[in-house]
């Protein structure tokens, strides 16, 4: 059975060129490719290192420039006579070298006419003027290219007329010209905005997301609060209320069979001296406020506990709990209205509505994930339209090579045959593919532009811990696996926290119509998942590793994240980044006037793909007027 070991190889050979650059996002990394092998002669390679350039600089003759459709050029190169001469002479002394001929001895002066008919008699007519056009090609391409033009070649550049084609013609110490075909690097330019200094301010884009989430706010501002409230020494006989703080003494035992009685002693992490506690609903252990309120300073009241499922401690988890606790100070606490006066404190110099309208942003910023992506992409199409770039088709090649490679592996992971996939990589079916997939990478390949030129016209740099934190989480996440050069990882983290900074730059100066959906409650749909994972939990009992800590640690079920809110208290406005996968290749979608693929599940999406292509037929329809039923009882035998 055939088998397909390396589908991207198999498309890389459906072409006839190939790229000397090493792949990137777009296929493409810019820079001029260097390679020290000879190489066809109708594909060029810059090559200045093994030889000297045997041309003076009063025969060199400057070069011709004409710029084509989507970034591409044709160089015009003039080699002078005297020029084209030293490299034939030149390749026939390092031919003469290794060649043994009747009557000369290894090593010696052969003359050319020789050399050629030895050549042409093992098939090799016209290898010499051949060697010839491309030394002398490799010696003009690149100066032109850098130092007189300031170009960067994408891919490899190419003859106009092959090397094999011109040495029929070409005589050593006549002139040659030679046109090179090459994709490069295109300029930056942006399309003039009526109304906006800068091109990419007041971008218009449309994106749905869900309600502001109201109580969580109200709960974070509650929560910041609380952080700076007041204390007081409570007065002597005052019993503990709700909202007091006291320091106590925690000895802890496990409950006995009837649930009240005291059976063997707790782990000294599960109890503690000098521990303060603030009487709030949702705090700790279910049972421990409750049963400290009334209590007095001096006072050992008997408090009876349950420990949260999910402690991480899978010997205390869920189990009952009797502790005696010992008061030793009682305090009250006045909880401070958010107003200037707490926002001064929290940080010189901001008020009570900028205090709001940031515990606002980052509240907002928890359900961001669900969002971001969607304003984001209207965001990116945009920034698309404003930009004025020819994009390359050596661009648009490669990168459609590898969404096509990963197509194929989406359809062997679905289960198609091997011997199905290779009916599929063809040149004709290639060719379809990215006539689809054009549009989406001309505009992708034009974001990326714009928002590394956004980032450094805007000074918009990504911290270095920010990107560290990530590389740790990575590494993490991939428990133990290779993931890699670090520094190829580091610099894709980077630019992915940099592309988010830019679209959230984007978003404060744009123009979003932003639609609120009203949550809905699917009541079948909820007792559904909960019964599922209900199912789960009792399948997977005892092996579950929770995430909270130790009896210490069940603080404070916020509605924010603690280290957000810290965070403003204490000054640190950065926030954390997201890595979204950036070392995963773009899942292919083809854009069809009456088909939202992106909606499809992975095996609709593939068939329809295929579908789209050409490649497969689908099923008549019964039910139609042209539906054909002579085979119907063949087919049901």
Same mark, same amino acid.
């Given at each position: 059975?055939?088998?397909?070991?390396?589908?991207?190889?198999?498309?890389?050979?459906?072409?006839?060129?190939?790229?000397?650059?090493?792949?990137?996002?777009?296929?493409?990394?810019?820079?001029?490719?260097?390679?020290?092998?000879?190489?066809?002669?109708?594909?060029?390679?810059?090559?200045?290192?093994?030889?000297?350039?045997?041309?003076?600089?009063?025969?060199?003759?400057?070069?011709?420039?004409?710029?084509?459709?989507?970034?591409?050029?044709?160089?015009?190169?003039?080699?002078?006579?005297?020029?084209?001469?030293?490299?034939?002479?030149?390749?026939?002394?390092?031919?003469?070298?290794?060649?043994?001929?009747?009557?000369?001895?290894?090593?010696?002066?052969?003359?050319?006419?020789?050399?050629?008919?030895?050549?042409?008699?093992?098939?090799?007519?016209?290898?010499?003027?051949?060697?010839?056009?491309?030394?002398?090609?490799?010696?003009?391409?690149?100066?032109?290219?850098?130092?007189?033009?300031?170009?960067?070649?994408?891919?490899?550049?190419?003859?106009?007329?092959?090397?094999?084609?011109?040495?029929?013609?070409?005589?050593?110490? %006549?002139?040659?010209?030679?046109?090179?075909?090459?994709?490069?690097?295109?300029?930056?330019?942006?399309?003039?905005?009526?109304?906006?200094?800068?091109?990419?301010?007041?971008?218009?884009?449309?994106?749905?997301?869900?309600?502001?989430?109201?109580?969580?706010?109200?709960?974070?501002?509650?929560?910041?609060?609380?952080?700076?409230?007041?204390?007081?020494?409570?007065?002597?006989?005052?019993?503990?209320?709700?909202?007091?703080?006291?320091?106590?003494?925690?000895?802890?035992?496990?409950?006995?069979?009837?649930?009240?009685?005291?059976?063997?002693?707790?782990?000294?992490?599960?109890?503690?001296?000098?521990?303060?506690?603030? /009487?709030?609903?949702?705090?700790?252990?279910?049972?421990?406020?409750?049963?400290?309120?009334?209590?007095?300073?001096?006072?050992?009241?008997?408090?009876?506990?349950?420990?949260?499922?999910?402690?991480?401690?899978?010997?205390?988890?869920?189990?009952?709990?009797?502790?005696?606790?010992?008061?030793?100070?009682?305090?009250?606490?006045?909880?401070?209205?958010?107003?200037?006066?707490?926002?001064?404190?929290?940080?010189?110099? /901001?008020?009570?509505?900028?205090?709001?309208?940031?515990?606002?942003?980052?509240?907002?910023?928890?359900?961001?994930?669900?969002?971001?992506?969607?304003?984001?992409?209207?965001?990116?199409?945009?920034?698309?339209?404003?930009?004025?770039?020819?994009?390359?088709?050596?661009?648009?090649?490669?990168?459609?090579?590898?969404?096509?490679?990963?197509?194929?592996?989406?359809?062997?992971?679905?289960?198609?045959?091997?011997?199905?996939?290779?009916?599929?990589?063809?040149?004709?079916?290639?060719?379809?593919?990215?006539?689809?997939?054009?549009?989406?990478?001309?505009?992708?390949?034009?974001?990326?532009?714009?928002?590394?030129?956004?980032?450094?016209?805007?000074?918009?740099?990504?911290?270095?811990?920010?990107?560290?934190?990530?590389?740790?989480?990575?590494?993490?996440?991939?428990?133990?696996?290779? /993931?890699?050069?670090?520094?190829?990882?580091?610099?894709?983290?980077?630019?992915?926290?940099?592309?988010?900074?830019?679209?959230?730059?984007?978003?404060?100066?744009?123009?979003?119509?932003?639609?609120?959906?009203?949550?809905?409650?699917?009541?079948?749909?909820?007792?559904?998942?909960?019964?599922?994972?209900?199912?789960?939990?009792?399948?997977?009992?005892?092996?579950?590793?929770?995430?909270?800590?130790?009896?210490?640690?069940?603080?404070?079920?916020?509605?924010?994240?603690?280290?957000?809110?810290?965070?403003?208290?204490?000054?640190?406005?950065?926030? %954390?980044?997201?890595?979204?996968?950036?070392?995963?290749?773009?899942?292919?979608?083809?854009?069809?006037?009456?088909?939202?693929?992106?909606?499809?599940?992975?095996?609709?999406?593939?068939?329809?793909?295929?579908? %789209?292509?050409?490649?497969?037929?689908?099923?008549?329809?019964?039910?139609?007027?042209?539906?054909?039923?002579?085979? %119907?009882?063949?087919?049901?035998?």
């Amino acid at each position: 059975m055939f088998r397909i070991t390396n589908i991207a190889l198999a498309i890389a050979l459906m072409s006839a060129s190939t790229s000397a650059f090493a792949p990137s996002t777009y296929g493409v990394s810019r820079g001029v490719a260097s390679n020290t092998n000879v190489v066809a002669a109708s594909t060029p390679v810059f090559n200045t290192n093994s030889m000297q350039l045997f041309m003076s600089e009063d025969a060199a003759v400057p070069s011709k420039i004409v710029r084509k459709a989507d970034s591409n050029v044709e160089i015009t190169l003039v080699a002078s006579g005297a020029a084209t001469q030293a490299a034939y002479d030149k390749a026939c002394a390092e031919v003469s070298k290794t060649m043994s001929i009747p009557g000369f001895r290894k090593g010696a002066k052969i003359p050319s006419a020789i050399i050629e008919n030895a050549m042409a008699a093992k098939g090799g007519k016209n290898a010499l003027k051949t060697q010839t056009i491309q030394t002398v090609l490799n010696q003009l391409l690149e100066p032109a290219m850098k130092e007189e033009h300031n170009l960067e070649p994408i891919g490899q550049p190419s003859l106009v007329t092959s090397a094999d084609e011109m040495a029929e013609t070409f005589k050593p110490g %006549d002139p040659l010209e030679m046109v090179v075909s090459c994709d490069v690097w295109p300029d930056i330019a942006w399309m003039k905005v009526e109304g906006q200094d800068k091109p990419y301010f007041g971008l218009k884009a449309a994106y749905s997301r869900k309600n502001f989430n109201q109580p969580r706010f109200e709960q974070a501002m509650k929560d910041l609060a609380e952080r700076y409230a007041v204390t007081a020494p409570a007065p002597e006989g005052k019993a503990l209320a709700m909202g007091d703080s006291c320091i106590v003494d925690m000895k802890g035992f496990m409950a006995a069979e009837d649930g009240t009685s005291k059976a063997e002693p707790l782990p000294d992490a599960a109890s503690g001296d000098d521990v303060e506690i603030v /009487l709030g609903d949702g705090r700790y252990m279910e049972g421990l406020v409750d049963g400290l309120v009334g209590a007095e300073v001096g006072q050992t009241k008997t408090v009876y506990v349950s420990f949260p499922v999910g402690l991480r401690d899978k010997t205390l988890a869920g189990k009952k709990a009797v502790f005696d606790v010992t008061v030793k100070e009682a305090n009250t606490r006045t909880v401070p209205e958010i107003d200037d006066e707490l926002a001064e404190q929290i940080r010189p110099g /901001l008020d009570a509505k900028g205090l709001k309208d940031e515990l606002r942003k980052a509240v907002d910023e928890q359900d961001a994930g669900e969002w971001t992506d969607a304003r984001n992409k209207g965001l990116a199409k945009a920034l698309a339209g404003v930009m004025d770039v020819a994009v390359p088709d050596t661009l648009v090649t490669n990168q459609s090579r590898e969404k096509y490679a990963q197509m194929m592996a989406e359809f062997r992971t679905q289960g198609m045959e091997d011997e199905e996939i290779k009916k599929l990589i063809t040149p004709e079916n290639f060719e379809k593919y990215k006539d689809i997939q054009r549009p989406d990478i001309v505009d992708d390949f034009k974001t990326s532009m714009a928002t590394d030129e956004i980032a450094r016209l805007e000074n918009i740099d990504v911290p270095s811990y920010q990107i560290d934190e990530q590389i740790e989480a990575v590494k993490k996440e991939a428990d133990g696996e290779d /993931l890699g050069d670090e520094n190829v990882l580091r610099s894709k983290i980077e630019s992915t926290i940099m592309r988010r900074l830019v679209f959230d730059f984007l978003a404060e100066h744009a123009e979003l119509d932003v639609t609120y959906e009203e949550e809905t409650f699917d009541e079948d749909m909820m007792k559904k998942l909960a019964d599922d994972s209900l199912a789960r939990e009792t399948e997977t009992a005892g092996d579950v590793q929770g995430k909270e800590g130790t009896v210490d640690s069940i603080i404070e079920h916020s509605a924010v994240d603690d280290e957000k809110v810290a965070s403003m208290a204490t000054n640190n406005e950065d926030k %954390d980044t997201e890595t979204s996968n950036s070392n995963d290749i773009e899942q292919p979608k083809i854009p069809v006037s009456d088909k939202d693929l992106a909606a499809m599940d992975p095996e609709e999406r593939a068939f329809n793909i295929l579908v %789209d292509l050409g490649m497969v037929q689908l099923t008549p329809d019964p039910d139609s007027p042209d539906y054909d039923d002579s085979k %119907d009882e063949e087919l049901a035998c």
